[in-house]
């Protein structure tokens, strides 16, 4: 593991980007590739330094709050048979791509990643398909979401005008600043 301080603690070290890049192999093949093994091009891709840089970025830099594994279907033509082979890459950048793309993002749930943590317990991950954005983020919303937050005010009884305002704005500053 990679301290980001001088203790000795867990609490004073990141995860690896070996335990980042294993959960990565995990998640893919189940979100993105509808398969029980990660495919070659993934495992290459993961051991590109490229990648482990972007990796690294992520787990140790406060201000690199996502990372997208992009899946870009490619079409070959061997003879009679038409498969689809995927290039993968990484950023931490979550961005939208035309075309045959379809995305895992892994978001922070703090700002800062711990090492005494399963990465399950402070990753949010997200797929993102070739899908219109616009579908997309209201699937997101008003399927998921909205939903949770509405039960979370019934089970908990609180009524936080100050929370609920604060909430949309933030959904409609996130859209407006991004237009």
Not at 36 to 42: F, G, I, W
Not at 93 to 118: F, N, T
Not at 125 to 137: F, I, R
Request: hydrophobic share 35%.
């Amino acid at each position: 593991m990679a301290a980001n301080s001088g203790g000795d603690s867990d609490m004073d070290q990141t995860p690896s980007v070996e335990s980042l890049s294993a959960y990565v192999v995990k998640l893919v093949p189940l979100l993105l590739e509808d398969a029980e093994r990660a495919p070659s091009t993934l495992l290459g891709k993961l051991k590109e330094c490229e990648s482990y840089e972007t990796m690294r970025k992520f787990l140790t830099d406060p201000q690199a709050r996502a990372l997208m594994i992009e899946r870009l279907s490619v079409k070959e033509d061997d003879a009679d048979i038409e498969e689809m082979e995927a290039n993968y890459s990484l950023s931490i950048d979550v961005h939208y791509s035309s075309g045959k793309a379809s995305g895992l993002a892994l978001i922070k749930r703090g700002v800062m990643m711990e090492g005494g943590k399963s990465l399950s317990s402070q990753l949010h991950a997200v797929t993102l398909t070739e899908d219109s954005p616009y579908e997309t983020l209201h699937s997101l919303v008003s399927c998921a979401f909205a939903p949770f937050f509405k039960s979370y005010i019934r089970e908990s009884g609180k009524i936080d005008r100050y929370v609920i305002t604060m909430f949309c704005y933030s959904c409609y500053q996130g859209l407006c600043n991004s237009i």
